[in-house]
T-cell receptor, first 116, second 117 residues
Framework: AQTVTQSQPEMSVQEAETVTLSCTYD???????LFWYKQPPSRQMILVIR??????QNATENRFSVNFQKAAKSFSLKISDSQLGDTAMYFC?????????????FGQGTELSVKP | EPEVTQTPSHQVTQMGQEVILRCVPI?????FYWYRQILGQKVEFLVS????????KSEIFDDQFSVERPDGSNFTLKIRSTKLEDSAMYFC???????????????FGDGTRLSIL
């Protein structure tokens, strides 16, 4: 069974600084997706970024980028130029590929506080 | 941008009562999901639904739970006899296929907060 581990329950960063959130996962699959979702205090689940395992290039989305290390099964999220609106719970998630959709397996989350 | 919508936003129900949570997925999506998040905990998969049948379910999704797509737009989660431990935020999500063994990211609704008294 796949597992996702986020070892940092809480982190804080000064506004405009850079912060990296860690995520490791365990799987025997070769083809899968990895995601970072953001959950602000309103508790919506908002997709931040995704990475296909077969792509070697790290995904980027504006201020958000990932460091995907497939051999190490590591998938960290870097937030550059942190903004107050980035304050949220961040969940790392794994999904294996299949032709009937695929369930997301979430980590425990990292609560990020951006301080002015 | 199209959204997944969920109703109601907050449901309060007496223990033992039946509750139906409703979701309208994004219109061209084919895969539908329910997840649960107990307060302060991680999001947990409940069930996935494709081609008018359950494609996968978790051990949480026992006989008290059922899902249905009664028409072309709604996707419902029913809990037959609610327990205190069913209190949680319930998220509906949907996604569309992208190739034979691939699909687009799941888009989540805003969730329904279920409180069992």
């Amino acid at each position: 069974a796949q597992t996702v581990t986020q070892s940092q329950p809480e982190m804080s960063v000064q506004e405009a600084e850079t912060v990296t959130l860690s995520c490791t996962y365990d799987t025997s699959e070769n083809n899968y997706y990895l995601f970072w979702y953001k959950q602000p205090p309103s508790r919506q689940m908002i997709l931040v970024i995704r990475q296909e395992a077969y792509k070697q290039q790290n995904a980027t989305e504006n201020r958000f980028s990932v460091n995907f290390q497939k051999a190490a099964k590591s998938f960290s999220l870097k937030i550059s130029d942190s903004q107050l609106g980035d304050t949220a719970m961040y969940f790392c998630a794994f999904m294996k590929l299949n032709n009937q959709g695929g369930k997301l397996i979430f980590g425990q989350g990292t609560e990020l506080s951006v301080k002015p | 941008e199209p959204e997944v919508t969920q109703t109601p936003s907050h449901q309060v129900t007496q223990m033992g009562q039946e509750v139906i949570l409703r979701c309208v997925p994004i219109s061209n999506h084919l895969y539908f999901y329910w997840y649960r998040q107990i307060l302060g905990q991680k999001v947990e998969f409940l069930v996935s639904f494709y081609n008018n049948e359950i494609s996968e379910k978790s051990e949480i999704f026992d006989d008290q739970f059922s899902v249905e797509r009664p028409d072309g737009s709604n996707f419902t989660l029913k809990i037959r006899s609610t327990k205190l431990e069913d209190s949680a935020m319930y998220f509906c999500a949907s996604s569309s296929p992208s190739g034979q063994f691939s699909n687009q990211p799941q888009h989540f609704g805003d969730g329904t907060r279920l409180s069992i008294l």
